[in-house]
């Protein structure tokens, strides 16, 4: 008998909540409440397939910022999406030391930062201010309990036609 092996991939890994956040950003545009962009990781393309016109090698070529940048209401706004398998925790080594740094820099120039994160157990969103995550990051926890979430941080779901 043959056993068959589940393969694990990370990389879709939190396609489906990006999608909501791109989908609220165009809501967002359309209201005219806020211009936030998703921010690309910059790449450098080695070698092109010239038949296909596909990549076929292509590496990081520098850490990029957080995922989304923007304006609100004539307010910067910089943040990171997670999201997290996990029922009780977001692990800590999900967060990037460039992703945080580039958070508390935004903050200190009077900007809007955060971590959006999503729990996919619960179904539940929540946004970490920069500087609870800091608070976290530099107490040398490994990760930040899903109860803090639901005491001190405040919860977004859909509505008025927004998904997040």
């Not at 806020?34 to 080695?46: D, L, M, Q, S, Y």
């Not at 977001?90 to 999503?118: A, C, D, M, W």
């Not at 920069?130 to 608070?135: F, I, P, R, V, Y």
């Amino acid at each position: 008998m043959v056993k068959y092996k589940k393969r694990t991939s990370h990389s879709n890994r939190g396609r489906d909540f990006q999608t909501y956040i791109n989908q609220s950003i165009e809501r967002y545009a359309t209201l005219e409440v806020a211009e936030i962009e998703e921010v690309a990781t910059p790449i450098r393309v080695e070698k092109v397939d010239r038949t296909t016109k596909k990549i076929t090698s292509a590496f990081f070529e520098r850490k990029s910022t957080v995922d989304y940048i923007g304006i609100v209401k004539g307010k910067f706004i910089g943040f990171d999406a997670k999201e997290t398998a996990d029922a009780n925790k977001v692990p800590l080594k999900n967060v990037h030391e460039h992703q945080t740094v580039k958070l508390v820099r935004y903050r200190r120039q009077g900007g809007i930062s955060f971590l959006l994160v999503h729990f996919k157990a619960q179904q539940e969103t929540y946004i970490l201010k920069t500087q609870d995550l800091m608070k976290w990051v530099e107490g040398s926890g490994a990760s930040i309990p899903y109860q803090f979430f639901k005491e001190h941080c405040k919860r977004c779901g859909p509505g008025r036609n927004i998904s997040i």
